[in-house]
């Protein structure tokens, strides 16, 4: 599904993200444990329910057996930044704005495991929410394409393993009672060849 997103310039122009976007935008160090595939669903669950809400995303089974810790840290390396508080609840394109921080040059600049890091002290609430407005401003993408991003729902792998325990369970008692009738029917033809009885087949 074609999703429509800001980029890093003026408000109101936009350009459209695809599954197949250029390779540039997936620059991004993928964490363990995570495919490709995986951080498409991750980056279209931030859009639609926003960065951070991942009680939302785990609830929404997009991403079936991903902590928390796990979103959290690769949501960092799609930004390309490790605090990830000014975009907290904002429905963005975490590698729409990778890719800004990718190209971002100078001393004050900071990077580990390709992400940048805070050099200086922790950030006050006010910047926090400052910085916060200004992405809201630059890169929110429209209420009504996020609105629209339907996420798979794989089957999840525990739910799958207790359908496949609960069907070798009603196999397993199937075949129980196969032995019972093939015994049974096999005393009662011993019975009738000591007694010289014969039956119709059936």
């Known amino acids: 599904m074609a999703i429509e997103a800001p980029r890093s310039m003026p408000t109101g122009q936009r350009n459209v993200v695809r599954s197949n976007d250029s390779a540039s935008l997936w620059n991004c160090t993928l964490s363990p444990g ?30 079936p057996g991903k902590t928390i810790a796990q979103m959290n840290l690769q949501t960092q390396r799609m930004l390309g930044q490790q605090s990830t508080a000014e975009f907290n609840g904002l429905h963005v394109d975490a590698l729409q704005i990778g890719q800004i921080n990718e190209m971002r040059q100078g001393p004050e600049i900071r990077r580990k495991n390709n992400c ?10 006010e910047e926090v929410e400052r910085r916060r407005k200004e992405h809201r401003a630059k890169f929110e993408v429209a209420e009504d394409v996020w609105m629209s991003i ?24 199937e075949l129980d009672d196969v032995v019972v009738r093939i015994a049974a ?7 009738d060849q000591v007694t010289g009885t014969k039956r119709p087949h059936e």
């Not at 525990?158 to 196999?171: M, Q």
């Not at 029917?185 to 019975?191: D, K, N, V």
């Open 116 to 125: 940048i890091v805070n050099t200086g002290g922790k950030l006050t609430r």
């Open 150 to 173: 339907v996420l798979p729902r794989p089957d999840n792998p525990l739910v799958l393993l207790d359908r496949k325990r609960e069907e070798l369970k009603s196999l397993a008692k």
């Open 34 to 63: 995570w495919t490709r595939s995986e951080v498409q669903v991750l980056r279209q669950a931030l859009i639609k329910l926003g960065i951070g809400n991942w009680m939302k995303i785990i609830e929404s089974e997009c991403l």
């Open 185 to 191: 029917i096999e005393q009662t033809e011993s019975l």
